[in-house]
């Protein structure tokens, strides 16, 4: 069964502070999406990464690909209170836009 | 403004009641999607469509039902078969299908919330 782990599930963190959330998945992607959803409010997206290796950053947020090891990671930096919202991976298997989504990991910034 | 609306925000459904949520987007998009998301969960597929009057289940498509006549419109039916409804119900986009064209991101409308009383 094809399965996208987030780890952590829930994480409340002190503004100024550096933290990673981990995606792992269960079968090969070359693609991997990140997503954020502020409470009540629909997805946005974030990243795109299409092949190993691939890194990309906006603002406090890097997020990173390693197809090999089948786990993206998304990277905060100086955390700030509008960081604050739950964050999915997605992951494209079968290459058909048919996305698996991760639990989502739920970010709380606090001053 | 390019975008997808979903409408209506708020539902209510009523035990034994089918009902329609709308779903329409003026990207150009080939492709769509609906999701059904539960409370502290991820999104899980429900139906999605690559092309005008064609369509295929996904994960969780019992008690449902969708159509695509029109490109940029892709409702979805919640019928009575369905026994567990409430959710956040969100409808997808994106511009390709497969991966010949390059990739894109799925756009997400607002959603709809549905309740069942």
């Known amino acids: 069964e094809l399965k996208v782990e987030q780890n952590p599930l829930f994480l409340s963190m002190q503004e100024g502070k550096n933290y990673t959330i981990y995606c792992n998945y269960s079968?090969?992607?070359?693609?991997l999406y990140w997503y954020r959803q502020d409470p009540g409010k629909s997805l946005e997206s974030l990243f795109v990464l299409l092949s190993n290796g691939a890194v990309k950053q906006e603002g406090r947020l890097m997020a990173s690909l390693d197809t090999k090891a089948r786990l993206s990671t998304l990277h905060i930096t100086a955390a700030v209170h509008d960081l604050s919202a739950t964050y999915f991976c997605a992951v494209d298997p079968s290459n058909t836009d048919k996305l698996i989504f991760g639990t989502g990991t739920r970010l709380q910034v606090f001053p | 403004d390019g975008g997808i609306t979903q409408s209506p925000k708020y539902l209510f459904r009523k035990e034994g009641q089918n009902v329609t949520l709308s779903c329409e987007q003026n990207?150009?998009?080939?492709?769509m999607y609906w999701y059904r998301q539960d409370p502290g969960q991820g999104l899980r597929l429900i139906y999605y469509?690559?092309?005008?009057?064609?369509?295929q289940k996904g994960d969780i498509a019992e008690g449902y039902s969708v159509s695509r006549e029109k490109k940029e419109s892709f409702p979805l039916t919640v019928t009575s078969a369905q026994k567990n409804p409430t959710a956040f119900y969100l409808c997808?986009?994106?511009?390709?299908?497969?991966?010949?064209?390059?990739?894109?991101?799925?756009?997400f409308g607002p959603g709809t919330r549905l309740t069942v009383l």
């Open positions: 469509s690559q092309i005008v009057n064609d369509f």
């Open positions: 990207l150009n998009h080939d492709a």
């Open positions: 997808a986009s994106s511009r390709t299908s497969g991966r010949a064209l390059g990739t894109d991101t799925q756009y």
């Open positions: 079968t090969t992607s070359d693609r």
